[in-house]
């Protein structure tokens, strides 16, 4: 899951983010609202979590030029007012969630996947393909019973393969969906995370490598 989490409070910002990546989401920062934009623009990510009162370009205006955009994006507005006419003018704006600060963590977690399930074509909350059982909720994966000690990236790689139901992953998908804008798309970061996860699932092998295209389960 790749999340942008745009807060003017960097301390904060820093904090959700460190957060959001042990729950294994790929977390990308901007501390205002101009920078949101603009990585918005390059980047797909799953979910905007929004500071709706920032410096310079207002939130408000963030969130209706992506909500008019063509962007995927589930936005989850965060502000210091929750009466109920802050949040219908939050969701009138065009946001797809609205959440009071202060806020209890694992709420914002929750939110963050439900939203993201909503970004993607609908998959069941469990996710099987023959003795392989992922189970993103609560970071789990099985292999014919057996626990699989997964990173988080290889946790997040094995997902989006299982997701794909026997298609074709690029490894710039991959890498896109998986990692931060930190990631150096000329390393070898998935080519290296792939054949650790294809060793972690064991015999007889899983993972495909098709030629000149990605990967696939």
Known sequence: MRVLVVE????????????????????DL??????ALERAEVNGYDVVVL???LPGVHGDRVCRTLARGDARARVLMLTASGTVADRVAGLG????????????????VARIRALARRAQPALPPVLVR??????????EATRAGSRLPLSPKEFAVLELLMAAQGGVVSAEELLERAWDEAADPFSQ????TVSRLRRKLGEPPLIETVERAGYRL
Do not use: C, I, N
Not at 95 to 100: I, K, W
């Open 189 to 192: 970061t998935v080519k290296v």
């Open 130 to 139: 023959g003795e392989l059982r992922v189970d993103p909720a609560r970071r």
């Open 8 to 27: 003017d409070h960097e301390e904060l910002a820093e904090t959700v983010a460190s957060g959001l990546r042990r729950e294994g989401m790929a977390v």
């Open 51 to 53: 500071d709706r009162d």
């Open 30 to 35: 901007a501390l205002d609202g101009a920078t």
């Open 93 to 108: 704006l065009g946001a797809d969630d609205y959440l009071a600060k202060p806020f209890a963590f694992a709420e914002l």
